[in-house]
């Protein structure tokens, strides 16, 4: 028997000796990453959703009554440059007025024609990296700057409380991966510190005939990968069941690529690898 | 011998023995000095035997060879190597050069008599074929070729016995420590362990045994000691 053999044959029969403590083990740690898993797809979906909200924010530029319509153009140029806007498209006095007449259902300004007070405006489209509120307040003090007597809007408020939600589901997010990472690391280092505790005088004598700690360690960090990483794999199946049988017509529900998956699930053995090392430390001693 | 040695005469010797203990003071658990500026060299294929009641600190000196406690003051130094400082490394590689038996040196619960036996050799990264050429030898030869499946609670105390020797012989350990060889056997046993002490003596192999009655066969290539006034004598 090699040292290879002998860690992984003790790594089956650790989990053979204790079927209840590994099951149990797996049970718990299974609704841990479920839970984590759950989070993780309801995130990325309200994430895809914002990002859907924020590509409609548009900043509007409503022009100076001064502003000679010669320079319209020199404005667009000038509007396209900025690195920030993706589209710029000029609204005139009468596009305006054609507009207010969709929005109300009638044309307010019949016997206005020749002093439209409607104001000449552009509509910027935002790139998506500068769509934060911060970037925004830059881009509009540029422009008012470049342009003086500009007037600029855009969905400000909105945008505000859009950026709180969601660094607040960044901040739960964060908190709960941190918790169900300890409640992890605990649950499967207590697990194996039991099965430990009861090897312990063996562990004592095999580093008599002198074993290092980790040829005897081995077989339960060996334990902490396979039970967690196992446990990971079960919640993600759990879940791409419910995913076939459960079909949303509302809206769009984003899971994590295959990829990602598989990493998670790796991360969560090497986690328990730890965990293993942690239960079985004391006794090594 | 190295160019060093022929020249300087000397120079090198503690390489060449497998224990030397250089003014050691030893204390146990409560504080109290049970060993005070204890000598002994052990040469290759020479072995001790150590006499002395219960209480006298024959498990002490064990521990202390197998690197399980550190000395009040002096030193050991076995295969060229001081344990003393507590050198993780050292203390683990004289293990493996060690074949125990006796009270210190259990089994492993949850092993077989089989994997017990061979730990040695899997610890030491010994290939498979050996292995299990070693262990049909040892099995036959501690008759427990009946129990080489079966957990040391299952075992006889004779045969736990057994089971240590063969452990400590599988991976021809140069040096065996032995604590009560005769404890607990029947007359049979008994026999069989002298003969198996003797066979050692005369191998080339060295012990040290520790015991609290008298060996009655003389071994060869042993020196007697005996434990006294906090001292070998």
Same mark, same amino acid.
């Given at each position: 028997?090699?040292?290879?053999?002998?860690?992984?044959?003790?790594?089956?029969?650790?989990? $053979?000796?204790?079927?209840?403590?590994?099951?149990?083990? *797996?049970?718990?740690?299974?609704?841990?990453?479920?839970?984590?898993?759950?989070?993780?797809?309801? #995130?990325?979906?309200?994430?895809?959703?914002?990002?859907?909200?924020?590509?409609?924010?548009?900043?509007?530029?409503?022009?100076?009554?001064?502003?000679?319509?010669?320079?319209?153009?020199?404005?667009?140029?000038?509007?396209?440059?900025?690195?920030?806007?993706?589209?710029?498209? @000029?609204?005139?006095?009468?596009?305006?007025?054609?507009?207010?007449?969709? &929005? *109300?259902?009638?044309?307010?300004?019949? /016997?206005?024609?020749?002093?439209?007070?409607?104001?000449?405006?552009?509509?910027?489209?935002?790139?998506?990296?500068?769509?934060? &509120?911060?970037?925004?307040?830059?881009?509009?003090?540029?422009?008012?700057?470049?342009?003086?007597?500009?007037?600029?809007? @855009?969905?400000?408020?909105?945008?505000?409380?859009?950026?709180?939600?969601?660094?607040?589901?960044?901040?739960? $997010?964060? *908190? &709960?991966?941190?918790?169900?990472?300890?409640?992890? %690391?605990? #649950? #499967?280092?207590?697990?194996?510190?039991?099965?430990?505790?009861?090897?312990?005088?063996?562990?004592?004598?095999?580093?008599?005939?002198?074993?290092?700690?980790?040829? %005897?360690?081995?077989?339960?960090?060996?334990?902490?990968?396979?039970?967690?990483?196992?446990?990971?794999?079960? /919640?993600?199946?759990?879940?791409? @069941?419910?995913?076939?049988?459960?079909?949303?017509?509302?809206?769009?529900?984003?899971?994590? *690529?295959?990829?990602?998956? %598989?990493?998670?699930?790796?991360?969560?053995?090497? &986690?328990?690898?730890?965990?293993?090392?942690?239960?079985?430390?004391?006794?090594?001693? | =011998?190295?160019?060093? =040695?022929?020249?300087?005469?000397?120079?090198?010797?503690?390489?060449?023995?497998?224990?030397?203990?250089?003014?050691?003071?030893?204390?146990?658990?409560? !504080?109290?000095?049970?060993?005070?500026?204890?000598?002994?060299?052990?040469?290759?294929?020479?072995?001790?035997?150590?006499?002395?009641? +219960?209480?006298?600190?024959?498990?002490?000196?064990?521990?202390?060879?197998?690197?399980?406690?550190?000395?009040?003051?002096?030193?050991?130094? =076995?295969?060229?190597?001081?344990?003393? +400082?507590?050198?993780?490394?050292?203390?683990?590689?004289?293990?493996?050069?060690?074949?125990?038996? !006796?009270?210190?040196?259990?089994?492993?619960?949850?092993?077989?008599?089989?994997?017990?036996?061979?730990?040695?050799?899997?610890? +030491? !990264?010994?290939?498979?074929?050996?292995?299990?050429?070693?262990?049909?030898?040892?099995?036959?030869?501690?008759?427990?070729?009946?129990?080489?499946?079966?957990?040391?609670?299952?075992?006889?105390?004779?045969?736990?016995?057994?089971?240590?020797?063969?452990?400590?012989?599988? !991976?021809?350990?140069?040096?065996?420590?032995?604590?009560?060889?005769?404890?607990?056997?029947?007359?049979? +046993?008994?026999?069989?362990?002298?003969?198996?002490?003797?066979?050692?003596?005369?191998?080339?192999?060295?012990?040290?045994?520790?015991?609290?009655?008298?060996?009655?066969?003389?071994?060869?290539?042993?020196?007697?000691?005996?434990?006294?006034?906090?001292?070998?004598?």
């Amino acid at each position: 028997m090699t040292r290879i053999t002998y860690i992984i044959k003790e790594t089956f029969r650790n989990i $053979g000796r204790f079927p209840g403590t590994a099951l149990a083990s *797996v049970l718990s740690l299974t609704l841990l990453f479920l839970l984590f898993d759950l989070f993780w797809i309801a #995130s990325m979906t309200s994430e895809k959703f914002y990002d859907s909200l924020l590509s409609e924010i548009e900043m509007e530029i409503f022009l100076p009554e001064d502003l000679p319509d010669s320079s319209i153009a020199d404005v667009s140029s000038s509007l396209i440059l900025q690195e920030e806007i993706f589209t710029a498209d @000029y609204i005139s006095k009468a596009i305006a007025r054609e507009e207010l007449e969709r &929005l *109300v259902g009638i044309d307010l300004l019949i /016997g206005y024609d020749s002093t439209n007070p409607l104001p000449r405006s552009f509509i910027a489209k935002i790139e998506p990296d500068f769509l934060t &509120l911060e970037d925004m307040d830059r881009l509009k003090d540029k422009l008012q700057q470049q342009i003086p007597g500009t007037e600029i809007h @855009y969905s400000r408020d909105w945008l505000q409380k859009a950026e709180s939600t969601r660094s607040l589901i960044l901040q739960v $997010g964060l *908190v &709960l991966g941190l918790l169900i990472l300890l409640a992890t %690391v605990l #649950s #499967s280092a207590n697990s194996i510190r039991l099965m430990a505790k009861a090897r312990a005088q063996g562990f004592h004598q095999m580093m008599l005939l002198g074993a290092g700690k980790t040829f %005897v360690a081995m077989p339960f960090l060996i334990e902490g990968f396979l039970v967690t990483m196992f446990s990971t794999a079960a /919640g993600w199946g759990i879940l791409m @069941y419910g995913r076939q049988k459960i079909a949303f017509t509302q809206f769009e529900i984003i899971y994590p *690529v295959n990829d990602q998956i %598989v990493a998670f699930c790796l991360i969560a053995g090497l &986690l328990g690898a730890i965990s293993g090392y942690i239960g079985v430390y004391k006794y090594l001693k | =011998m190295s160019i060093l =040695m022929l020249i300087l005469p000397g120079i090198g010797m503690d390489r060449e023995l497998l224990i030397k203990l250089d003014s050691v003071s030893i204390k146990n658990d409560r !504080g109290d000095k049970v060993f005070r500026d204890l000598k002994l060299l052990v040469e290759p294929g020479r072995s001790v035997v150590i006499t002395g009641s +219960s209480g006298s600190g024959k498990t002490l000196l064990i521990e202390c060879l197998t690197g399980l406690r550190r000395i009040h003051s002096g030193s050991i130094v =076995m295969f060229g190597k001081d344990i003393s +400082s507590g050198r993780k490394g050292a203390i683990r590689s004289i293990r493996r050069k060690i074949g125990g038996v !006796g009270g210190a040196f259990g089994l492993v619960p949850s092993l077989s008599v089989s994997e017990n036996i061979r730990m040695p050799m899997i610890i +030491s !990264g010994e290939r498979n074929k050996v292995q299990v050429d070693r262990l049909r030898k040892m099995l036959a030869e501690f008759s427990l070729i009946k129990r080489a499946g079966d957990f040391p609670s299952s075992l006889t105390r004779v045969e736990y016995s057994m089971v240590q020797y063969a452990r400590a012989s599988i !991976g021809h350990q140069p040096l065996l420590i032995i604590d009560e060889p005769t404890a607990g056997l029947d007359s049979k +046993s008994f026999r069989r362990v002298l003969d198996f002490l003797v066979k050692v003596a005369v191998s080339g192999r060295s012990m040290v045994v520790l015991t609290s009655e008298p060996i009655e066969t003389k071994l060869p290539n042993t020196d007697y000691y005996q434990i006294a006034n906090r001292a070998l004598q």
